[in-house]
């Protein structure tokens, strides 16, 4: 087991070099919201551009589409035709997912699920979607729902995602839907055990979100002992989220991806805590992504 430390970042920010060109540092889709949680995708992608990556493509129902474009001219915001995501929607977002690959090669990726419901139409469409297409994924909230429920272990669920190398960010709970483990109340050594042996069940790395987290490739685990109490606010999985869909678009493997993306969020929201206590925000935290890198 290794503690993440912020020697961490010398492995993932480099002096860019002069040539440099727009989707040489990546190009993100995110995928979420839904008529009541419109901020999900924002958030995401706002962290992601704050940790680096050049591009975001936002792909949400029509109401979380245009609130999103309205919020900031730094996001592109597509709707999709109905007021869920569902296999309608399949073709637009496979083509948004080949648009990017063909822009920007492989520093392309996907976070999908944040505030997209739970409805067996949306969930089954998640699936689809990870079947189908062939680019480096970050599954929360709602997509961890999805693959663990739809069709059941050994089928449509977490079949599609097993040995893909997916980035999944649940807490305890969602660690139970995507594992069948609870640990909510395991000490902290039988989580360390759990999520490791389940990372290397299913193929992927798992970010285990709590007081400390804990990420594993099914190989190798790391702790992240940053972040703050007043993190518990809305939003500061979003935005972990979009920090390691950012990384995984700028070319970092996605164990490194994970381990960085833990460590920024958290200390992002230690310097957020600071100036705000209880009144902080994810928009808060999002504003010291940068503080943090330098």
């Not at 000490?187 to 299913?202: D, H, S, T, Y």
Request: hydrophobic share 45%.
């Amino acid at each position: 087991m290794q503690k993440i430390t912020k020697d961490i970042l010398k492995q993932i920010y480099f002096l860019r070099p002069a040539e440099s060109h727009k989707y040489d540092f990546g190009l993100l889709l995110v995928v979420g919201g839904g008529n009541f949680y419109t901020g999900s995708p924002a958030l995401a992608a706002l962290a992601a551009f704050r940790s680096g990556v050049d591009m975001t493509h936002i792909l949400a129902p029509r109401r979380a589409a245009d609130v999103i474009a309205a919020f900031s001219p730094n996001l592109a915001a597509y709707p999709f035709k109905g007021d869920w995501f569902d296999n309608e929607d399949l073709p637009t977002l496979l083509t948004f997912t080949e648009s990017a690959k063909t822009v920007a090669g492989d520093k392309t990726a996907v976070v999908i699920g944040g505030g997209m419901g739970r409805s067996e139409e949306t969930k089954e469409a998640i699936v689809s979607y990870l079947r189908q297409a062939s680019i480096r994924a970050v599954i929360d909230a709602d997509g961890i729902h999805a693959v663990s429920s739809v069709g059941g272990e050994g089928s449509n669920g977490v079949a599609v995602i097993k040995d893909k190398n997916f980035i999944f960010t649940p807490h305890a709970y969602e660690f139970f839907i995507l594992t069948g483990r609870d640990v909510r109340e395991a000490n902290f050594e039988e989580k360390i055990k759990a999520v490791r042996e389940e990372a290397a069940r299913l193929g992927c790395v798992i970010v285990l979100k709590g007081h400390q987290d804990i990420i594993s490739n099914g190989q190798e685990v790391a702790v992240d002992s940053s972040g703050s109490p007043f993190m518990t606010v809305a939003g500061t999985g979003d935005t972990l989220a979009g920090i390691a869909g950012s990384l995984l678009a700028q070319g970092i493997e996605p164990f490194l991806a994970a381990q960085a993306a833990s460590y920024i969020n958290g200390k992002a929201g230690e310097a957020a805590a600071k100036k705000y206590g209880a009144g902080m925000t994810a928009m808060d935290l999002i504003e010291e992504i940068p503080n943090v890198i330098k």
